[in-house]
């Protein structure tokens, strides 16, 4: 699916292909858009979330309205934008009922206030299953896309990776959502908003790590025209290998999604810690010993 | 499901009530939240429309793209925004095949190059039933909303009421489309952003039909304090009797969505026709000779 997803896109920026002043960085290029409105770099983002996808067993409404947020916001964070306004759209399907509705909005606007975003609209309506839209506008100074990483930078990542698809699994395999290793990563994930401005002053390149560490950094790679070699002795693997074989663990660092940690590319650290660098070439590879492996463009799907 | 509907906005608004500098008109208060960005009056706007609410069947694929465009802009135009940019999110159903996907996103680009909108961003994933939610962004000159008619205001509409739900109902009674009394009121139809655009310069108060005549005039009078009178001998009805009852042609008039149009208070028409006056005290009312009526809070809805 995530491949068709990927062509689907590319034909839709073919279609929608526009060459207007006010576009800086359109549709299919980046994880947001980004426009000139009165002087100010004003970047938009809309994602949807629904129920069968999106939402594991269990969840409860108040982390279903956070993600939807959340995944929006985090997308404005690849940009290194403030996140300043929100829209939503909700279809609700027999058993949601008031309160589970409300409940949905009350987790949406805890996390809305922690970053001081205004949820100005919505619109609701009825269908079989639960939808949840979102659409996101924040401010950038700075812009920093995925396509401008330099020769003889340093690669780096803001967290560990792999949480989310890990407890997803344990929850798959039978486990109470009390028992999972990282319920934080899977229900309640943190956009990384603060680091997303921070890096946007020196960054080279930056998105995040929302299908896999893989697509994040073949996209960076390709869109920039280098090549990005990782070094195996730097990956954290730990937090995983704890729970699962280190074959495994090393699966989930770079293929799986969900995190909504942000990579990037800079001359200098200033949150998180290296994995790799930026050379001259193409394609993401790893080396390990003497050994060099070619880090393929796919990922697998949240659930 | 309408009345669960406006009650669970009320809800929300409540929710995510703010106040901040940059918020002019923030979450079911409008047809659109207006914000302030580099000094400009934003509109923000976002619908949802899935295939089993919206959808009459026997549409064609670049019809559902139209209408997704289009629902989101006349929210614009009710707001006398100039449209400026598009995001979508489609879920894509199995039977959707790329062609019908591409055949969507054609009817999109149509119309949106139409009133030079850029489709700047999208989000594309799998589901039950093909899902399309819209999120429009303009720029107004001058704020109009449902709450500032005047006493002493002519009350006008910008076109013919009731011609998509009588088509639509044409459709179920057992008639092909190219039999349909008024096709392009229910496939394709046309947001009335120049009109809105122009209206902006002199209207008290203005808001699109996305519901019914009688729920626009509703939230205008009860938002503006005022009360609102139509005459009946104004109401165009000639284009709904040569189908239907007269008692029938007003009740798709009054009651019935899908049409588009504006209606606006001014001093001044400068589209249009009037078909009623803004007075002193509340509700909206019809009078037909000694006879006066309650015009009530209500629609019905458009499948």
Chains 1, 2 share one sequence.
């Not at 995944?71 to 279809?91: E, R």
């Not at 002795?233 to 074989?245: A, C, I, K, Q």
Request: hydrophobic content about 40%; proline content about 2%.
């Amino acid at each position: 699916m995530r491949m068709r997803e990927f062509k689907l896109i590319e034909k839709a920026s073919k279609i929608f292909a526009v060459e207007r002043d006010d576009i800086l960085i359109a549709a299919g290029e980046h994880d947001a858009a980004i426009v000139k409105i009165g002087g100010k770099n004003v970047v938009l983002t809309t994602d949807n979330l629904h129920e069968k996808a999106d939402f594991p067993e269990g969840m409860f409404p108040e982390e279903m309205g956070h993600m939807a947020l959340a995944v929006n916001l985090s997308d404005l964070a690849a940009c290194g934008a403030k996140p300043m306004h929100f829209l939503y759209t909700i279809t609700i399907r027999d058993g949601i009922d008031d309160e589970f509705f409300e409940r949905i909005l009350d987790g949406m606007q805890k996390l809305a206030k922690k970053y001081d975003v205004a949820v100005v609209g919505g619109d609701i309506d009825f269908g079989d299953e639960l939808y949840i839209s979102g659409f996101a506008l924040g401010v950038a100074q700075r812009i920093v896309t995925q396509a401008n990483a330099k020769v003889g930078d340093g690669v780096y990542l803001t967290g560990l990776l792999g949480k989310a698809q890990l407890s997803l699994e344990q929850l798959f395999s039978g486990k109470k959502r009390e028992e999972i290793a990282y319920p934080q990563s899977l229900f309640t994930p943190e956009p990384r908003i603060n680091e997303g401005l921070e890096l946007a002053k020196h960054a080279n390149s930056m998105t995040d790590i929302s299908d896999s560490l893989a697509i994040s950094l073949n996209l960076i790679a390709e869109k920039s025209n280098v090549s990005i070699v990782l070094d195996y002795d730097l990956l954290p693997l730990d937090h995983l290998t704890e729970f699962v074989s280190l074959h495994k663990a090393l699966e989930l660092f770079l293929y799986a999604g969900g995190d909504y940690e942000l990579v990037y590319t800079s001359k200098k650290k200033s949150y998180g810690f290296e994995i790799g660098e930026v050379v001259e070439g193409e394609g993401v590879w790893m080396k390990k010993g003497d050994k060099i492996d070619k880090i393929e463009f796919r990922g697998y799907s949240h659930l």
